[in-house]
C-alpha cells in the first residue's frame, strides 16, 4: 500500500461506537416524551398559583371617558287638560366626563372552599412531578431494551459472518476435492448451495442489526444515521432478583414514581371534595373602593367607600350537590386505578421474576448446546476430509453449530432483557 493510500485512510473518520450510558445521555436529552412531562410539571405549577390567587388581595384600577348630554328625564308624565305637558328647552350640548377608580377586596373567610382548590391543585402538581419521574425511568428503560435488542442484532451478524467463512472455507476444500475426483460433483453443488444460503443468512442478519439500530434511535428520541456501532453492555445482577414477591412489590410500591402520583391524585381528590362541600357555606369578604370623577381631568370630585359583604347562595340549582358528587366519583376513580397499579405491579414483578428464572435455565442450557454443536461440527469434518463422512452430514453440522449460536445470542439478550425489565418493576434508577 502506498503512503498516499495509508495517508488518506488515516483521514478518515472512524467509526462511532454508541455505549449504553451515552445513549441514556441523548434519551434524557432529546427525548419527546420528556419534554411533554416536563412541560406538564410546569402547566400544574401554573395551575397552584391560580388557585392561590382567590386567597390573596384583589386590587384593580379603572378609568373612563364619556361625552354626554345632560339632559333629565322624568319618569311620571304631568297631564295637564288631558294632553302630556312637555318639558321645553332641551338641548343637544355634550359634555366630557372622567372618571377614576380604584378597588381592592379580601376574601376572608368561605368555608376552605378556596384553601381546598388551591391544596387540591398543590398535590396534583406534585403528582405530576411524580409521573415525570416515571417517565424518566420508562424512556430509560425502552433505551435498555432497544439497545440491548441492538446487541443481540450485532451479535448475530457476528455468527452469521463466521458461518459465511466456514462455507467459503468448505467450498473451497470440496471443490479441491471435486477436482482430483476424490469426491462427487453433487457434493460441490451442496457446498454452493450452502455458501448462498449463508450469504443470505448474513444479509438478513445485517438488515436486522440497522432496523435494531433505528428503533434505538426512535428510543432516544433522535432523527439521524444508524452509521455507527454499538458498544458491549453489562447489566449487572439485580439486588435480591431471586426474593420472594411480597418483599420486593413492597420495595415496588415505596419507589416508584407511578404510586406516588396515585397517591397524591387521592389526596387531591378528597380535597376536591372539601372544597366543593364548602360551596353549601356562605363567603364573607371584605371590599375598600375610591373614586375621582368629574367634568374635567383638573376638576375631579373624589370619593371612597368600604365594606363587608356575605354571600350565601341558597339554591344554586343543584350545581354544589352536582360538583360534590362529581368529586365523589373522580375520588373512587382514583382509588380504583391505584389498586390496578398495585396489581400491575406484582404482575411485572412476578413476569419479570419467571423470564429471568427462565433465562438464567436458557443461557446454561444454550452453552452446553452450543459446545456440543461445535463438537459435532468438529467431528463432521473431521470425517468429511477423510472421506468417511458425507457433505449433508457436514451441512448439518454447520446448521446446528450456526442455530446453536444464535440461541446463545438469544439467551444472553433474554437474561439482560429480564434484568431491565425487574429494575423497571422495582423502580430502581
Known sequence: MSLVAIALLSALPATTVLTLEEAERKALESQPTLRSASAQVEMAEARTEGARSPLLPQVSLNASYSRSTSNSASRRATIVAGQVAQSQGHSFTSYDFFNFGLTASQLIYDFGQAGKRHDATIASFEAQMENERATRLSVLREVRLAFLDALAQRELVRVAQ?????QQRRHAEVEAF???????????AQAKLELENARVQLIRAETGYSTAKARLNHAMGLEG???YEIAEANIPVVRGEDAEIEPMLQEALARRGEVASARKQIEAQRLSIAAAEGGYAPTLSASLSTTAAGPAVDNLAPNWSAGVNLNWPLFSGFATSAAVREAKASLTVAEAQADALRQQIRLELQQAQLNLRAAKASLGAAEEALAAAETRLALAEARYSSGVGSILELGDAQVAR??????????????ASARVALQQALGLP
Open 162 to 166: 463466521e458461518t459465511l467463512a466456514n
Open 178 to 188: 471435486v477436482e482430483v475426483r476424490l469426491r462427487p460433483e453433487i457434493d460441490l
Open 225 to 227: 444515521s444508524t452509521d
Open 402 to 415: 450456526t442455530s446453536a449460536a444464535a440461541q446463545l445470542v438469544q439467551a444472553e439478550y433474554a437474561l
